[in-house]
């Protein structure tokens, strides 16, 4: 099953780096790329045009589209599996610090998110890629999820 991660901005914190990395090469059922799209800091418009352009390139429909945000569903480790499962091949998005506006929200309807808490982008990152990592153990009965 392939699935891709789409992130505002590069993961720059190497301890963040080693983190990710462990959860990456244990993934084999689940096959994650992650895809680092230019930060344009203070101009969200350009942020969600960036992004709406990789969608478009890769071919990605609203309907495989899962967006991170605040205001998005709270879905536990089961229901991210089986969402992936339903929707793959698909993108999660990570956007930048500026979120995202309104009307990107509502073209992209499948929303989760992480926590009612506020996380850093990058930090978002490695805990959405852990939780991929936990969704693979899941849909391949491994006991890392228990």
């Not at 698909?90 to 808490?117: E, N």
Request: hydrophobic content about 40%.
């Amino acid at each position: 099953m392939k699935l891709t991660l789409a992130v505002i901005g590069k993961l720059r914190n190497s301890s963040l780096q080693q983190v990710e990395k462990n959860y990456l090469k244990r993934l084999h059922f689940l096959q994650l790329k992650i895809v680092e799209l230019k930060s344009h800091s203070s101009d969200l418009e350009k942020e969600q045009i960036e992004i709406e352009n990789f969608l478009k390139t890769n071919q990605f429909s609203p309907q495989q589209t899962i967006l991170l945000t605040e205001k998005g569903q709270a879905w536990d480790s089961k229901q991210l599996s089986q969402k992936i499962q339903q929707l793959a091949p698909c993108v999660l998005l990570i956007g930048g610090a500026m979120g995202w506006s309104a009307d990107f929200l509502k073209r992209y309807p499948i929303q989760m998110s992480l926590s009612p808490l506020t996380f850093p982008h990058q930090l978002a990152r490695v805990l959405v890629v852990e939780q991929i990592y936990r969704a693979q153990c899941l849909l391949t009965s491994h006991p890392y999820h228990h």
